[in-house]
């Protein structure tokens, strides 16, 4: 029965992708983007090719999608696996586009980090050339070639961010559970995730076709220890609570998640590792009535999250709570994640403001 769903699901959205091809060829014929350039050269699938936009009556191509799971990756390559995204740093450093602080700078790291929260970027992208767009330079430039809906999307979205609660998955095996974890996060307004695998050369298996979705609009970080993990979230401010049945856990209804919290959730079949233990600031439980003693570990990091979430609320009056300077920064970063169109676009505004500075012969 679900495989006959699957397939009429794939040949409606067919239909639906063969109509609006023949909508944008239609509309190409009258007019051409930027006029100047062509698609190709501002890093735009050609029409027909299963693109999503809209043309204006101006010309000037409008980048929307239905979905925010089903938009083109950011250097317009092909959908990946979480698999693929998983297996180094470089695949997942890539998809952060504003500069990224580090440790020790800008008041971050040492004896100071406890007097200022965390927040990861700089007000700059680096551009071709070696210029750099501040935030409000790149959403000048994007801004208006996205669609009114989907910049809404982004705002409310990143007014409900935050970075004083995120969650780290050590361990995992699953895909699935991998996946689910980090679409939870990014459904509760958590914008930081941290993977720690205990095997480099066998980081994960199983569930290899699980798509990319959530993770395009989440900060991931990859970590081969978790002491190194550790260290670097405790550096930020945040105190580290792995989930344990020990007698010595917390109930997550007596904690106060207005904290910076890093949560950890192990291994599917072994748990928290003895070394996370170790090294974590506390251990907490979800309190559980039935017969079993233990939640899947998506699902356990579902209540979790969801709980931190709703205990800030009802201490804070809100979850988000990212400056104004840090939701723009945020709102950039957001606006060049959205498609390759978007990373030429401030590409060629850095490169045409470089032009209009040089100063005349």
Request: net charge neutral.
């Amino acid at each position: 029965m679900s495989a006959c769903k699957t397939l009429t699901r794939t040949s409606l959205c067919s239909l639906g992708s063969t109509f609006r091809i023949n909508q944008e060829s239609v509309c190409s014929l009258s007019f051409r983007p930027f006029h100047s350039l062509t698609s190709r050269e501002w890093g735009m699938k050609p029409f027909g090719l299963s693109s999503r936009r809209s043309i204006s009556s101006r010309g000037a191509v409008l980048i929307e999608t239905a979905d925010l799971a089903d938009e083109e990756s950011s250097d317009n390559v092909s959908r990946e696996t979480v698999e693929q995204l998983l297996a180094n740093r470089d695949d997942v450093a890539r998809f952060m586009k504003m500069e990224r602080r580090s440790l020790g700078k800008d008041g971050y790291g040492g004896g100071s980090v406890l007097q200022k929260r965390w927040f990861p970027y700089l007000d700059k992208f680096e551009c071709e050339g070696g210029s750099y767009l501040s935030s409000g330079e790149v959403l000048e430039a994007i801004e208006p070639h996205i669609m009114d809906l989907r910049k809404e999307r982004f705002r409310n979205v990143v007014s409900n961010r935050s970075y004083s609660v995120c969650l780290v998955v050590e361990g995992l095996s699953d895909f699935g559970n991998v996946s689910a974890a980090f679409r939870s996060a990014d459904a509760l307004g958590l914008q930081s995730v941290h993977v720690v695998s205990w095997d480099s050369s066998k980081r994960y298996k199983d569930n290899r076709h699980v798509s990319m979705g959530a993770e395009k609009w989440l900060d991931i970080e990859l970590w081969n220890s978790t002491r190194e993990c550790f260290d670097i979230l405790k550096s930020r401010g945040y105190r580290v609570a792995t989930t344990h049945l020990g007698k010595d856990a917390v109930s997550i209804y007596d904690m106060d998640w207005s904290l910076p919290t890093a949560i950890v959730v192990g291994n599917e079949n072994r748990g928290i590792s003895d070394e996370a233990l170790e090294l974590s600031d506390l251990h907490c439980s979800i309190p559980m009535n039935g017969m079993v003693d233990s939640f899947n570990v998506s699902v356990a990091a579902g209540i979790l999250m969801h709980h931190a979430v709703c205990d800030r609320i009802a201490r804070l009056g809100r979850h988000g709570d990212l400056t104004k300077e840090e939701s723009k920064i945020l709102l950039a970063e957001f606006f060049l994640r959205h498609s390759g169109s978007a990373i030429s676009i401030a590409h060629e505004y850095a490169r045409r403001r470089r032009t209009l500075l040089q100063p005349k012969l």
